[in-house]
């Protein structure tokens, strides 16, 4: 059981957009800085998006992430194939002093 | 260019030992935190430990406590996880990765792990 809450699986036609919710409470996501993490098929995870909403360069502006509260989330937008993928939230848990992360989220683009 | 590679993995039997290295490259190995996260095959993500740039903070995940040890040697550009009394619930693919901070903490840079299996 993760400490941080994602849906297992979504999934999108190609061209539209999909959101992935991260849930978790005061100690973490409420009052830490959220990141997203990409893992494509047979690879190293891959940074995403850091500090709630920032883009690493590289990172297309189709991928966006916000944070309201104890939730946070990742945008994708214009979906292609190559977007599919396990994506992962994390932040650090003050209470616990440790890092966590969300469970994952299967994406697949139909 | 910026690396992280592992090493130190291999098949050991329960109740075994095994130490784990990351060499790092291209970057100021010193000014950086580091973690330790392993990933079962088909599983997700979990956090084993990190350790700060000075070794003053190490922090470690509740299943591994007393059982494991995180190090870093700066001079060497080089971090260490040394795991005692493994279970067969440790194997897992073990990744380092670089720890960057802007307003909040991340990990931007991972290596492509070692695989660490542990069975009779």
């Known amino acids: 059981q993760s400490v941080l809450t994602q849906p297992p699986s979504v999934s999108a036609a190609p061209g539209q957009r999909v959101t992935i919710s991260c849930s978790g409470n005061s100690s973490n996501v409420g009052n830490n800085y959220v990141s997203w993490y990409q893992q494509l098929p047979g690879t190293v995870p891959k940074l995403l998006i850091y500090d709630n909403n920032k883009r690493p360069s590289g990172i297309p502006d189709r991928f966006s992430g916000s944070k309201s509260g104890t939730s946070a989330t990742l945008g994708i937008s214009g979906l292609q194939t190559g977007d599919e993928a396990d994506y992962y939230c994390?932040?650090?848990?003050?209470?616990?002093?440790?890092?966590?992360f969300g469970g994952g989220t299967d994406l697949t683009v139909l | 260019e910026v690396q992280l590679v592992e090493s130190g993995g291999g098949l050991v039997k329960p109740g075994g030992s095994l130490t784990l290295s990351c060499a790092a490259s291209?970057?100021?190995?010193?000014?950086?935190?580091m973690n330790w996260i392993r990933q079962v095959p088909g599983k997700g993500l979990e956090w084993v430990s990190l350790?700060?740039?000075?070794?003053?903070?190490?922090y470690y995940v509740d299943s591994v406590k007393g059982r494991c040890t995180i190090s870093r040697d700066n001079a060497k550009n080089s971090l260490y996880l040394q795991m005692t009394s493994l279970r067969a619930d440790d194997t897992a693919v073990y990744y380092c990765?670089?720890?960057?901070?802007?307003?909040?903490?991340?990990?931007?840079?991972w290596g492509k792990g070692t695989t660490v299996t542990v069975s009779s």
């Open positions: 350790i700060s740039r000075s070794s003053n903070y190490i």
């Open positions: 990765a670089r720890v960057a901070e802007m307003d909040g903490a991340y990990m931007d840079v």
């Open positions: 291209g970057f100021t190995f010193s000014t950086y935190s």
């Open positions: 994390g932040t650090w848990d003050t209470r616990l002093s440790a890092w966590v």
